[in-house]
């Protein structure tokens, strides 16, 4: 069945060292696009992310500076969207979840993937210089059930995933509390990778030195659909203010993949770097969904497989047009 294809983004916390290495070593369009993308890092920065990103750090070694997560975490979506789309298989819409959102709106024509890498970059400096530490945890069970009691203790509720699945922000000296209470429930939980508490008031004190510094140079024509998951639908417009909220607004992925499936059904391609998302819609459509998912990239290198599952299907619905 040849569906429409939305291209799905992910941010903070679905980061690794070596992500996207296989594609990186075997797909010229992929390589040529990070290290485009590498350069106009180091001009910036003064020296190589790709470097550190595919140096001598395997994929279990802690990954959470924020300065080279941002940046990375957009250079492996762009890059990946970039050798997608050479070959045709290019998006109805791009969605794009928190950091994801500065990856979508370079798939959908809205900015260059340079200028996405710069404001990445910009954002990151900002966020490490004006906010308190902070940590994200992501929890399988009940917000609704369990929101409240986790608020008392100094956690906000940052993403709603799936019914049984959401994450929450916290500052570093509330975590053994929260811990503590989500073992007490048994609770399962992981603390993410990422070192701030992103989709919480408490990164305001960074918000006018990225909003009043960073200008998104959109091009004179948008070439795709945009949908972002802090508004839970299309995007209308954009400005500085949108690439600062797409981090501190609540992420509404269940509720906006809810709304996506009212126009689908729909072949969502999961473009993040671990196939998170792609993951929550297999607990998040419902059984009567004529919607499919695929991982393009994933923790434990599948990286080519996911991609010739993701040809083979795509190859097929040609074959059968013809």
């Not at 969605?95 to 200028?115: T, Y």
């Not at 996506?260 to 059984?287: C, I």
Request: hydrophobic share 45%.
């Amino acid at each position: 069945m040849n569906l429409p294809t939305v291209f799905m983004f992910s941010g903070q916390g679905s980061q690794h060292y070596q992500m996207g290495i296989a594609l990186y070593e075997a797909e010229p369009v992929f390589r040529r696009a990070m290290m485009r993308m590498d350069i106009a890092y180091a001009d910036l920065t003064g020296h190589s992310l790709l470097e550190h990103l595919y140096g001598r750090q395997d994929a279990s070694s802690p990954f959470e500076e924020l300065a080279l997560t941002h940046p990375a975490i957009v250079m492996v979506e762009c890059a990946l969207a970039e050798m997608l789309m050479s070959e045709g298989i290019v998006p109805t819409l791009s969605l794009g979840c928190s950091l994801g959102s500065f990856s979508a709106a370079a798939a959908s024509g809205w900015v260059s993937s340079e200028n996405a890498l710069a404001m990445a970059i910009h954002q990151a400096k900002a966020v490490q210089a004006y906010c308190e530490a902070g940590t994200m945890i992501a929890i399988l069970g009940s917000h609704i059930q369990h929101a409240s009691k986790l608020a008392s203790l100094g956690a906000i509720v940052a993403a709603e995933n799936f019914d049984r699945h959401f994450i929450v922000s916290a500052h570093l000296h509330d975590l053994e509390k929260i811990l503590a209470y989500l073992h007490a429930n048994d609770l399962a939980s992981q603390i993410l990778p990422v070192q701030r508490a992103f989709h919480t008031p408490w990164l305001d004190p960074a918000k006018s030195h990225f909003v009043e510094h960073v200008a998104p140079s959109i091009p004179g024509k948008v070439l795709r659909e945009l949908w972002c998951c802090a508004s839970a639908g299309p995007v209308a417009s954009m400005c500085p203010q949108y690439f600062w909220d797409v981090v501190q607004k609540p992420i509404r992925f269940a509720e906006t993949i809810r709304k996506l499936e009212l126009q689908g059904p729909w072949r969502y391609v999961d473009l993040g770097p671990s196939g998170t998302l792609a993951t929550f819609l297999k607990y998040l459509l419902p059984a009567t969904s004529r919607s499919c998912t695929v991982a393009t990239l994933s923790r434990v290198g599948r990286d080519q497989q996911c991609l010739r599952d993701l040809r083979a299907a795509c190859q097929a619905v040609l074959c059968a047009e013809n």
